[in-house]
Structures are given as C-alpha cells and as structure tokens.
C-alpha cells in the first residue's frame, strides 16, 4: 500500500474524522520536512520548539516519531493538559512544557537552539507579527526550518459569501487586517505576501507555501461524517489542492495558508 494511503486512513480513523480531515494536510507537509532535516543533519533527533502549542496536537505526534519537542504556551491549563496527553501516549520524557508567549522563545531556549519553530495558529493573535517572525528566526538553527500557520484572508471572505454573510465578506476585502468587522473573533488575516514580508529583513529561503483546508471548511459535514471513503476522497483532494502546480490561484483561496520558510545564516 502507498504511503500516502497509508498515511491518510491513520488520519482518517481518528476519534473526529472531520478533525482529522482538517489537519491531515498540514502533518504530511511537516512529517516530509522533519525526514529531510534527519537526512540534512544526520541526526535521528531533532530539537523542535511549538510556539502556542497548547496541549500538543503536533508535539506528541512529532515526539512519537522520536524527536524532542518543547511547547511554548501563555495557558497553564493548556500546558497541564499537555503533561497528561504525552504521559499518555508514553512520550513524557521527549515534550518539555513552558509558559511563555510568541515572541519570548529566543529568550527562553536561546539562539540558534532549535532545529525547527512551530508557528501554528500563532501570528493571527500577537501583538507584533513581525517580531514573533523574527523572534522564530532567532532561534532556530542555520539550515534549520520556521513553519508557519495563518489564516487567510480570501479564504474567510469565500467561506463568508457562501454562508449569505455578504456584508462581512464585503468588510474583509478592503479591511488592512482581513478582518470582517468589530465583531469578528481574529485581529488579523494574512495572505502570502504579508507572511513573506515579516521575514523580509531576515536571510531566508522560502521552503514552501500551499494553501489548507481549501474545501473541508465549505461542506456540510453530513458529505462525509460516517463515509470513510468519502472522507479518503477528500482528503486526497485537499492534498491534491493543497499545492496543484497548475493552479496556484487555489492557495489563495484555501482557509488557512502554510508556510515554511529555511533560515540561510
């Protein structure tokens, strides 16, 4: 059986399948990366910090493939979670939790100490962007990788058109934040040019870029809940849109947009 099946029924057979079909992309993005860095350092173990990791929905897959994997998170509750999730899945020896917020973690564990940055769900929320950009970039090491998470302004405007919600859609296309109006729960949206351009003072090259999540958010649940081979399709969807070299204008629209950047030096 092909690895990607292989891949996407251990995703899809999870507790929540509609969960699953939204973070299924993501972690085969992120497992392919974590191999080339084994193979580029030669080191079965990596350092990996995730920044606003919570209760560690990457952190203990990623430790379970053997790699040490610090959570960075403001929530004490978050955190405690965290310590009864990884006892758990038998890998407390691997995840370190700390408090801390984006933008403090060069402090906390050093420069140059990592050799990958979670950055999911994170930017949307901080007060500077930029600085937690550049605060990710301090820390990991030359070589070494910053993987980014955000959601994306176009990607709400569709979801908001298609729901009847017309005058919030109307708000996000000229709102400088890709917000939907004072009521909308995110302080911010980006696209790829503005993730790109916290970095713009920063050596970096850029890894890859691909929208998530472009369909899932759309559908009515009852498509697929309870149809795991409806569910199978479209997750092959989702992977197939996710970085079509024919149609790059589909990550613009996806929900979420994903970004992995190489610090050069």
Known sequence: MPDDTLRSR?????????????????????ERFVAEQVERTGRDVLDVADVGGGT??????????????????????ALAALQRRVVDAGVAGLVTARQGDA????????????????????????????????DAFDAVRPGGLVSLLV???LGALVARALSGRFAEARELLDDPTGRSGDRDPLPRRFDETSVLELFADRD?????????????????????????EAMEMLLDL?????????????????????????RVS
């Not at 251990?10 to 085969?28: G, H, I, K, N």
């Not at 897959?61 to 610090?70: D, E, F, I, K, S």
């Not at 950055?119 to 937690?132: F, S, T």
């Open 204 to 228: 970096v090259r850029v890894r890859a870029v691909h929208g998530v999540r472009l369909f899932t958010d759309l559908l009515p649940g009852a498509l697929v809940d309870g149809d795991p």
């Open 151 to 153: 959601p994306q302004r």
């Open 238 to 262: 989702e992977r197939a849109a996710a970085h079509h070299p024919a149609h790059p204008a589909l990550t613009a629209i996806a929900a979420q947009l994903h970004v992995v950047v190489e």
């Open 56 to 77: 560690g929905g990457l952190a203990v897959p990623l430790a379970g493939l053997g790699h040490r994997v610090t959570v960075l998170d403001p929530s004490p509750d």
């Open 103 to 134: 933008g403090s973690l060069a402090v906390v564990l050093g420069e140059r100490s990592v050799d990958l940055v979670l950055g999911h769900g994170v930017l949307e929320h901080v007060d500077d962007p930029h600085a937690a950009a550049g």
């Open 10 to 30: 251990r995703w899809t057979q999870r507790s929540d399948p509609r969960s699953a079909l939204r973070t299924a992309v993501v972690w085969e993005f992120l």
